[in-house]
């Protein structure tokens, strides 16, 4: 048959069109060179999947390829992504893990990770499980002279109280939030962590839940919280119920996004920084008192760096992109890691990402003081964020020479990923803007904040201005 695996195989992830780019042969061929390239034959290997419709049967195909190539699955089922990250953390074993994300309801793929939740990039050995992937699905997997066994295990009750004892939420002031799971994995995950599903006591949250129905095919809106168009039934609901804050995560929920009580968004950098001063608080009241290391991408506020900085610990800034910043975590041996997207990641959780513990953070802070979550928030958005502008273009390296050309003399430039430029309005008040070049279209993305938000919108309009020539 043909594939087109260049397609299908990410820089991070496997995703494509279920029974298109993505069939159970292909995924069978996948699980055999997964096994293979990590010499996993003997071992044990974690399988896991979301709520899609084609999950369980892709999950099953994988098994199979698995054990002819000599492991033996252990099945976790239905399970978010940074669940199948706990198993692979805590069980010391890789992992495989079936979700598509925020992606629609024909697409699916595979999250990889080796033990202890190490990603596994096209650098860090994708490649290698895709090509010997090509040689089984046409040669066929020739299975080994004993074969892996399967079993099943249940892993939640030992995630959630896992999670639990990394943030304490037993004494917090009584709260009620609205959680919109968008028929994703969340639906599974909340009344976990946060309510009494897996057998742990009660906390003082009152959770009015939305989309809890555990639904492929996102009958409500799409997983999708980053498109502002997904958030708005939560926002009204949050108003609609006077409740304290709302929570919205997307469809394999290691992603989480925050309303305030107004109904306002509250921005990912505001958050991973109000998620890292209370990680730096928290390694700091067990002992760790210097080499404190917390990265930020190049994109969020400057605001983050600020707070890592004045509360006594290392920021250190990264490129944009989830295996590099999993595997600096590691290099740095850093406690926290935030991003632009949502994406927040914890070196007590293994280095991965878990929305769900940056979620319980924000419940923690707000349910620790009497303030209001919109004027916890303000404090951490001082600035102001254009968000992230996504143009298409004809030709990306002429746009982005326009956009150097025209502000040549005018800031620093650097080229660390993209351009950023930096410098001072007439008024002495200071702005930056980064440009950055999509991987896998003809896009130009633009991110610009400043300190005041004429100057934003400013360089904004001019900026993109010169993209689009």
């Known amino acids: 048959m043909s594939v087109n695996w260049d397609a299908i195989v990410k820089t991070y992830d496997v995703r494509g069109l279920v029974n298109v780019d993505l069939t159970a042969e292909v995924v069978e061929a996948l699980a ?5 390239e990590l010499e996993a034959a003997g071992q044990s290997v974690i399988v896991g999947h979301d709520m899609r419709d084609s999950s369980p049967l892709f999950a099953e195909a994988f098994a199979r390829g698995a054990q002819k190539r000599g492991a033996h699955v252990i099945s976790i089922g239905l399970c978010s992504t940074d669940e199948s990250y ?4 805590i069980l010391g074993l890789p992992a495989a893990m079936f979700t598509a994300s925020h992606n629609p309801a024909t697409y699916n793929g595979i999250k990889f990770s080796r033990a202890g939740a190490r990603g596994i990039s096209l650098d860090t050995g994708l490649a290698a499980i895709r090509d010997r992937a090509k040689v089984y699905l046409v040669d066929g997997i020739a299975e080994v002279a004993t074969p892996g066994g399967f079993e099943s295990r249940d892993v939640i009750s030992e995630y959630a ?3 639990r004892e990394l943030v304490d939420l037993s004494k917090v002031k009584p709260m009620r939030v609205v959680v919109d799971a968008a ?3 969340g639906g599974l995950t909340v009344p976990a962590v946060l309510s009494t599903a897996a057998g742990l006591p009660a906390l003082p949250i009152e959770i009015i839940d939305m989309y809890f129905e555990l639904d492929g095919t996102f009958p409500n809106h799409e997983a999708n919280p980053l498109e502002p168009a997904n958030l708005v039934d939560l926002q009204k609901a949050v108003v609609a119920h006077k409740a304290d804050l709302g929570l919205a995560f997307d469809g394999d929920a290691d992603r989480c996004f925050v309303i305030d009580e107004n109904g306002d968004p509250v921005t990912p950098s505001a958050v991973a920084a109000m998620v890292a001063r209370r990680e730096i608080a928290r390694v700091k009241a067990l002992g760790e008192d210097k080499d404190i ?3 930020y991408n190049l994109i969020t506020s400057k605001v983050v760096a600020e707070v890592i900085e004045e509360d006594g610990a290392k920021a250190e800034r990264t490129k944009v992109g989830h295996s590099l910043i999993k595997d600096r975590m590691a290099e740095t041996n850093a406690i926290f890691g935030g991003e632009h997207s949502a994406h927040y990641y914890f070196r007590d959780f293994w280095g991965a990402d878990n929305g769900m513990l940056a979620a319980m953070h924000v419940l923690a802070e707000f349910g620790s003081q009497p303030d209001s979550l919109s004027a916890i928030a303000k404090q ?3 600035y102001f964020l254009s968000g992230e502008i996504n143009s298409k273009v004809q030709d990306v390296p002429a746009a982005k020479a326009r956009v150097e050309a025209a502000f040549a003399g005018r800031g ?3 080229y660390f990923d993209g351009i950023t430029i930096s410098g001072q309005d007439a008024s002495g008040a ?3 803007f980064n440009v950055r070049a999509s991987n896998t279209e003809p896009l130009l993305r633009l991110n610009v904040e400043a300190k005041e938000q004429t100057t934003m919108a400013q360089i904004r309009d001019e900026v993109l201005a010169l993209i689009l020539g």
């Open 32 to 36: 055999a060179g997964f096994v293979d």
């Open 86 to 89: 706990f198993a692979s953390g």
């Open 161 to 163: 109280g896992y999670l």
């Open 183 to 185: 028929n994703g994995m």
């Open 293 to 295: 290391t917390v990265l």
């Open 380 to 382: 951490y958005n001082p």
């Open 412 to 414: 620093n430039i650097e």
């Open 430 to 432: 200071w702005w930056w």
